[in-house]
C-alpha cells in the first residue's frame, strides 16, 4: 500500500 | 501514531524551542545559519499547505500550525530583531546549490504530478539537506555553542526516530512512503559526524570543536 494522499505524518 | 513518530515529533519541536530559547535568553542569534533557518521556513510552508485542504485530526493541524509559527519567529528574531548578532560573515552557504536542484527533482521523481504534491515532495527533499548552511557554518567556525549542539542532537533526531516509525508502520499497517524513507534516511546520514561529536565530547562535558 503506497500512501500519498492521506499524510498524516508532520 | 506509534510511539517513535510521537517521540520524533516531540523532539523536533523541542529543537525548535531550544532555538528560540537559546536566541531570546542571550539576546543574540551567534553561531546559527540563518539560511538553514530560513530553508527550513520554507519546507514547513511547502509541505502544510494542505492545512487548508485536507483536515486530518487536531494534534496534526495544531502541530503544523507549531511548527509553521515557530519556525517564521525563529527567522523573523535573526533577520530582524536581532539582525546585529547574525553573524552572516560565517554564514556563506549558495542555498541555490541546494533549492534548484532540489526543485528539479521533485517535478521528475513524485507521487503525482499535481501543484500540491510536487511542493509536498520539494518539502521532504529540501528538508533533507536544510541543515547543511548550519553544518557548513560550524565547520567553518570549527566549532559550536553548546545549546546549538543541543539543539542539533534534538533536530537530528527527530527524522531517525521517524524512520524507526516507518519500519514500525511498515510491518504493522504495511504502510511506506519510499519519498519520505529516502529523503529521510538521506537527512539522517547528514548527521551521523555530529552525533558521533555529539555524544564523544558534548556529552561528557566539553564543548564541540572540531580538530584542526
Same mark, same amino acid.
Given at each position: 500500500?503506497?500512501?500519498?494522499?492521506?499524510?498524516?505524518?508532520? | 501514531?506509534?510511539?517513535?513518530?510521537?517521540?520524533?515529533?516531540?523532539?523536533?519541536?523541542? %529543537?525548535?524551542?531550544?532555538?528560540?530559547?537559546?536566541?531570546?535568553?542571550?539576546?543574540?542569534?551567534?553561531?546559527?545559519?540563518?539560511?538553514?533557518?530560513?530553508?527550513?521556513?520554507?519546507?514547513?510552508?511547502?509541505?502544510?499547505?494542505?492545512?487548508?485542504?485536507?483536515?486530518?485530526?487536531?494534534?496534526?493541524?495544531?502541530? @503544523?500550525?507549531?511548527?509553521?509559527?515557530?519556525?517564521?519567529?525563529?527567522?523573523?528574531?535573526?533577520?530582524? @530583531?536581532?539582525?546585529?548578532?547574525?553573524?552572516?560573515?560565517?554564514?556563506?552557504?549558495?542555498?541555490?546549490? &541546494?533549492?534548484?536542484?532540489?526543485?528539479?527533482?521533485?517535478?521528475?521523481?513524485?507521487?503525482?504530478?499535481?501543484? &500540491?504534491?510536487?511542493?509536498?515532495?520539494?518539502?521532504?527533499?529540501?528538508?533533507?539537506?536544510?541543515?547543511?548552511?548550519?553544518?557548513?557554518?560550524?565547520?567553518?567556525?570549527?566549532?559550536?555553542?553548546?545549546?546549538?549542539?543541543?539543539?542539533?542532537? %534534538?533536530?537530528?533526531?527527530?527524522?531517525?526516530?521517524?524512520?524507526?516509525?516507518?519500519?514500525?508502520?511498515?510491518?504493522?499497517?504495511?504502510?511506506?512512503?519510499?519519498?519520505?524513507?529516502? %529523503?529521510?534516511?538521506?537527512?539522517?546520514?547528514?548527521?551521523?559526524?555530529?552525533?558521533?561529536?555529539?555524544?564523544? @565530547?558534548?556529552?561528557?562535558?566539553?564543548?564541540? @570543536?572540531?580538530? %584542526?
Amino acid at each position: 500500500k503506497l500512501a500519498t494522499a492521506k499524510k498524516d505524518e508532520l | 501514531m506509534n510511539v517513535f513518530r510521537l517521540v520524533g515529533d516531540l523532539s523536533h519541536l523541542l %529543537a525548535i524551542i531550544i532555538l528560540l530559547l537559546k536566541i531570546w535568553k542571550t539576546r543574540s542569534c551567534a553561531g546559527v545559519s540563518g539560511k538553514s533557518q530560513i530553508l527550513f521556513s520554507l519546507v514547513f510552508i511547502t509541505r502544510y499547505l494542505d492545512l487548508f485542504t485536507n483536515f486530518i485530526s487536531v494534534y496534526n493541524s495544531v502541530m @503544523k500550525i507549531i511548527y509553521l509559527v515557530t519556525s517564521l519567529g525563529t527567522v523573523y528574531l535573526m533577520y530582524f @530583531k536581532f539582525k546585529a548578532t547574525y553573524d552572516s560573515n560565517h554564514d556563506t552557504f549558495r542555498i541555490e546549490f &541546494l533549492v534548484v536542484p532540489v526543485g528539479g527533482l521533485s517535478f521528475l521523481v513524485n507521487h503525482d504530478f499535481t501543484p &500540491l504534491e510536487i511542493l509536498w515532495t520539494f518539502s521532504i527533499y529540501l528538508e533533507s539537506v536544510a541543515i547543511l548552511p548550519q553544518l557548513f557554518m560550524i565547520s567553518k567556525t570549527g566549532e559550536a555553542e553548546t545549546i546549538t549542539s543541543h539543539y542539533l542532537f %534534538a533536530l537530528g533526531s527527530y527524522r531517525a526516530l521517524y524512520i524507526v516509525n516507518w519500519v514500525y508502520r511498515y510491518y504493522t499497517e504495511g504502510f511506506f512512503d519510499l519519498i519520505a524513507i529516502v %529523503a529521510g534516511c538521506v537527512q539522517t546520514i547528514l548527521y551521523c559526524d555530529f552525533f558521533y561529536l555529539y555524544i564523544t @565530547k558534548v556529552l561528557k562535558g566539553k564543548q564541540l @570543536k572540531l580538530p %584542526a
